[in-house]
């Protein structure tokens, strides 16, 4: 299915990092597929997951789009409902979310009163590849749900460009990239809702091309850069570090990827927020939550690892990696506790639940748009280590992703470990500079 990126190896090739839980069994993607992954339903109450492409590639070089999709069970937002309610809701129907909404969100990492008031006047870049018809639709749609404030072309709020800067001569359309941007926009919006959104759709999903949709994104003022893709690492990544990465004041957040434990690039670049991802439940603490590190099978988890050949950078102490380490921070990836997003090209219009570190990216991306602009000359990815053991992250210290001769790495303790990096947002502090 996947084919070699221009310019590396035989074997890399970028691979989505997005996992999606559609809400309806009934909503599949017509021509493809299905395989079943691992924990099937033993039970009602638990989902069933069931892997399908979301796109086959259109040129060489290209990915081919992965999927996570609800077929069976409720997920925790489901089962949150019932138990107030006493009304078991319907485990497929797309006429309503069925996944956390943007109070939850806020709520889970101590958001509520800084999405209340800050955002005003900062925007938030998306860069994905293809081109979304039904993007600023959509988005109206989620925030009208939700109450938030509109955010369109006309009032200035929303901008969909090409790579390179146009609004008019956009990419070709892709339906299943068509739903990583709406899972993108929603969590952006989710997050900061006073944020204004800039989605610069790359031409095809190369890591050429889309580092060129980076670079075009901080070139029209974004100072909160989300990217939900990601592939195998390669001798090529310094060069591409230095090419589209390297943004002083800038903050690019980059999904960890959702294969389990294993260096992915670019969250492997010294540049950038690496985002790990987690399964987010309430519980009766003082927080309300709590998160364990996100892990379905051995083949479906949050990454993090090692990298080969990125350097460490500076304010990353840890000894298990002479490089570069995966991840720095996280937010809610799993698709069993994920997230609501409404999406309408090219399926069945409605209500999805997603998941994976797709959508713990974006999350974080909107904290630090939250958290105020960067210094000119800072590296954001530093800042979550200034305020690390501190009441400024939500440690996550069980779970892991996998096996690793070095344990931290694949396996959550208390402080630094490689599936959470320092933890989750509790508020803005930890992501200032």
């Not at 081919?64 to 009304?87: E, I, M, N």
């Not at 709020?157 to 929603?186: A, H, M, N, R, Y």
């Not at 974004?222 to 589209?244: C, F, I, L, P, W």
């Amino acid at each position: 299915m996947r084919s070699p990126l221009p310019h590396r190896p035989a074997h890399r090739a970028l691979r989505r990092t997005m996992a999606a839980a559609a809400a309806a069994a009934a909503l599949v993607f017509a021509g493809f597929g299905t395989a079943a992954q691992a924990d099937a339903a033993t039970a009602s109450s638990k989902a069933t997951w069931t892997a399908t492409p979301c796109a086959t590639p259109k040129h060489k070089g290209e990915l081919a789009c992965d999927s996570y999709r609800v077929t069976g069970g409720l997920t925790a937002f489901q089962k949150q409902q019932a138990a107030r309610t006493g009304v078991t809701p319907k485990a497929a129907d797309a006429a309503t979310p069925s996944g956390y909404g943007p109070t939850n969100l806020q709520s889970a990492y101590g958001l509520t009163s800084a999405a209340a008031s800050n955002g005003s006047g900062e925007t938030i870049a998306i860069v994905d590849a293809y081109n979304d018809p039904n993007a600023e639709s959509d988005l109206a749609t989620y925030r009208s749900y939700y109450g938030l404030p509109a955010c369109t072309t006309a009032n200035g709020c929303f901008k969909k460009v090409s790579q390179t800067g146009s609004t008019t001569s956009l990419p070709s359309s892709d339906s299943g990239w068509s739903e990583e941007i709406s899972l993108d926009l929603d969590m952006a919006s989710a997050v900061c809702p006073k944020c204004n959104i800039l989605l610069v759709e790359a031409t095809s999903a190369t890591m050429a091309n889309l580092g060129k949709a980076v670079n075009e994104a901080v070139s029209l003022g974004a100072k909160y850069v989300s990217n939900s893709y990601g592939g195998s690492e390669s001798s090529s990544d310094t060069s591409y570090d230095s090419s589209y990465f390297n943004h002083p004041g800038v903050a690019i957040t980059v999904s960890a990827g959702d294969g389990g434990y294993g260096a992915e690039y670019p969250a492997a670049s010294r540049y950038v927020t690496s985002v790990g991802g987690t399964a987010l439940k309430t519980s009766s603490t003082t927080r309300g939550w709590t998160e364990t590190v996100w892990n379905t099978s051995s083949t479906e988890g949050t990454g993090s690892g090692c990298s080969s050949y990125d350097t460490k950078p500076s304010w990353q102490t840890d000894t298990g990696c002479a490089k570069r380490t995966i991840a720095d921070v996280s937010a809610v990836a799993d698709p069993a506790t994920g997230v609501s997003v409404y999406d309408s090209y090219g399926v069945t219009a409605g209500w999805y639940t997603f998941g994976g570190t797709s959508a713990s990216a974006p999350i974080i991306a909107a904290v630090y748009a939250l958290a105020g602009t960067p210094s000119s000359s800072s590296y954001p990815a530093s800042f979550p280590y200034t305020k690390a053991g501190t009441s400024a992250l939500n440690d996550v210290t069980s779970g892991s992703n996998g096996s690793c001769t070095t344990t931290y790495l694949c396996t959550a303790q208390p402080g630094y470990d490689g599936p959470t990096g320092w933890g989750t947002p509790e508020g803005v502090a930890a992501f200032t500079g």
